[in-house]
C-alpha cells in the first residue's frame, strides 16, 4: 500500500499545481498586461475594467489636461474616436495634472470634457502619467515604448495585443494622416 501512496500524493501535488498555474496564465493570455487594470470614471464612483471593456481593440492613450494649449484637441479626438469606433477602435483620455494644466476639481475637469467639447470617449479619473507615481498604464507605456510624455496630450497607440506600436508628441493632431494611417494599418489586421 505504501507504494502506492507515494505516486498519488506526487500525482495530487502536480495536478494542485497544474491548478494554480493553468488560470494565472489563461489570464495572461487573454488579458494584456497594460489592460489587466481597474479605473474610477472620471468624476464618478463607477470603475472601469480594462481588460473588460477593451481586450481586443486598438487603443489610443492619451494623457490630457483642461487648462493647456493643446485642450482644444479633445474635439479632434472625439471625431477620431467617432469615426473608426465601430471597427474596434478606442480612445482612452488619461487626465493629469502633471504639468499643472488640469488644476482644480475633477468635476471641472469633466465639465470641460463633456460639456465644452462633447467627449464621449472613456476618461478615467485624474492621476499622474509619469515619474515614480505614474498609473500602472502610462508606467507600463513609457517602459514598452520608452518614451515619457513631455506634455499633455501625447499619445500611445496600441494593438489589439495590447502593444505599444507607436507614440504621438503633443504637437501631432488627432486629424494628423500618420496617426489616422497607423490606426487604420491596424484595425486593418484581426486577432
Not at 479605473?39 to 490630457?64: A, I, P, R, W, Y
Not at 478615467?124 to 517602459?143: C, I, K, M, T, W
Request: with cysteine.
Amino acid at each position: 500500500m505504501h507504494s502506492f501512496i507515494k505516486p498519488f500524493l506526487q500525482i495530487t501535488l502536480i495536478t494542485a499545481a497544474l491548478a494554480a498555474w493553468i488560470p494565472a496564465q489563461a489570464k495572461t493570455e487573454t488579458c494584456p498586461a497594460l489592460l489587466d487594470h481597474e479605473f474610477g470614471k472620471l468624476n464618478s464612483t463607477d470603475k472601469m475594467n480594462l481588460c473588460e471593456q477593451f481586450k481586443g481593440k486598438v487603443l489610443l492613450f492619451v494623457n490630457t489636461a483642461s487648462q493647456c494649449g493643446f485642450t482644444p484637441q479633445y474635439k479632434g479626438l472625439e471625431t477620431l474616436y467617432q469615426t473608426y469606433k465601430d471597427q474596434g477602435f478606442a480612445v482612452i483620455g488619461f487626465p493629469s495634472n502633471d504639468f499643472f494644466q488640469d488644476r482644480g476639481s475633477e468635476e471641472n475637469t469633466a465639465k470641460i470634457c463633456y460639456l465644452d467639447y462633447g467627449v464621449t470617449f472613456p476618461m478615467v479619473n485624474r492621476s499622474a502619467v509619469r515619474g515614480s507615481d505614474a498609473n500602472p498604464v502610462f508606467h507600463q507605456l513609457a517602459e514598452d515604448s520608452g518614451v515619457t510624455p513631455k506634455w499633455n496630450f501625447y499619445k500611445y497607440l496600441v494593438d489589439r495585443e495590447g502593444k505599444v506600436v507607436t507614440v504621438f508628441a503633443s504637437t501631432t493632431k488627432p486629424d494628423d494622416s500618420q496617426l489616422t494611417h497607423s490606426i487604420e494599418q491596424l484595425l486593418k489586421k484581426t486577432n
